[in-house]
């Protein structure tokens, strides 16, 4: 099945994790794949990991999201190099955990950068060839705990639950043009990110979830494929948990 032939898409945060998945994913079904991450090795890595799969589907940029010249400077880039992209999938994130009396400044900053300007920033410099594409989609990777909180988590939180917003407003704003834009919240998801927990922490978030197991990238990965596919043409605006049952 090529449900992306053609098609030109972007990933932040490519380089390992959910964003690998979904950049993998998109290739295997025939795209050409922006891999977006702040480290050069990360990207380079995911990119060739990809290609060896899926030869010529992946490119490595390393970029910051959060650095708003440099995001202007990476659209430019791949416009050149790839052509204009059909597909936008904002899925760069850090955690910064810490109860809020002991949050510094920087880790709420950090996290708000990257999380959510980073999706401003991303937004702004694709959203022009965007409206003139084929199928155009931007789907944004926010988080169940963008929905129901949680302590030691209120920078992370705010982020996403900012991240859900800004997908519901650029919903409105771009349907005109066709372009839809919807969210993903994925719930525990094992990767490096959730690797970090302490053990007791995951097994107290293993109780909380209904079909009792953690969940695999290639389960956010097929929802963004979907969502990214003609086929979900009439969606916009939406959230889709992917958590096992966490949030019902
Ligand atoms: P990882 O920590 O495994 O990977 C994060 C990726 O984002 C890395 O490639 C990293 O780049 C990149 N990245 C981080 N900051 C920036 C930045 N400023 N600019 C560009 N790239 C950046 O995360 P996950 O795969 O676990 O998570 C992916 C997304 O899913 C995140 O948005 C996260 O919040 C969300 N999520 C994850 C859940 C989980 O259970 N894992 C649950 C809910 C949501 P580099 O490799 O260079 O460091």
New binding site residues.
């Given amino acids: 099945m090529s449900r992306f032939a053609n098609k030109i898409a972007v990933v932040?945060?490519?380089?390992?994790?959910?964003?690998q998945e979904i950049a993998r994913k998109l290739a295997a079904e025939g795209a050409k794949v922006a891999v977006?991450?702040?480290?050069e090795s990360?990207?380079s890595k995911a990119a060739e990991e990809i290609n060896a799969e899926f030869p010529g589907t992946a490119k490595a940029y390393a970029?910051?999201?959060?650095d708003h010249p440099a995001v202007q400077d990476l659209a430019k880039k791949i416009a050149d190099e790839l052509g204009p992209v059909n597909i936008l999938v904002n899925?760069?994130?850090?955690?910064r955990d810490t109860l809020l009396m002991r949050m510094k400044e920087e880790d709420w900053d950090t996290v708000l950068d990257?999380?959510l300007k980073?999706a401003f920033n991303t937004v702004k410099a694709f959203m022009r060839p965007l409206m003139k594409a084929e199928d155009p989609r931007i789907i944004n990777?926010?988080?169940?705990?963008g929905l129901i909180g949680n302590a030691g988590q209120t920078n992370y939180s705010a982020s996403?639950a900012g991240l859900i917003g800004f997908t519901k407003a650029v919903a409105r704003e771009l349907a005109g043009r066709c372009v839809t834009c919807n969210a993903v919240?994925?719930?525990?998801?094992t990767?490096?990110?959730?690797g970090e927990l302490p053990d007791a922490v995951k097994e107290a978030v293993l109780q909380k979830i209904p079909l009792g197991s953690f969940g695999e990238?290639t389960d956010i990965a097929e929802m963004v494929a979907f969502l990214a596919s003609p086929a979900a043409r009439y969606i916009t605006g939406q959230v889709f948990a992917v958590d096992g049952g966490m949030t019902m």
């Fill in positions: 932040t945060g490519g380089g390992r994790g959910i964003g977006v991450s702040r480290s990360s990207c970029v910051d999201v959060a899925n760069a994130g850090v955690t990257t999380n980073g990777i926010a988080s169940v705990i996403k919240a994925p719930g525990f998801i990767t490096d990110m959730t990238t």
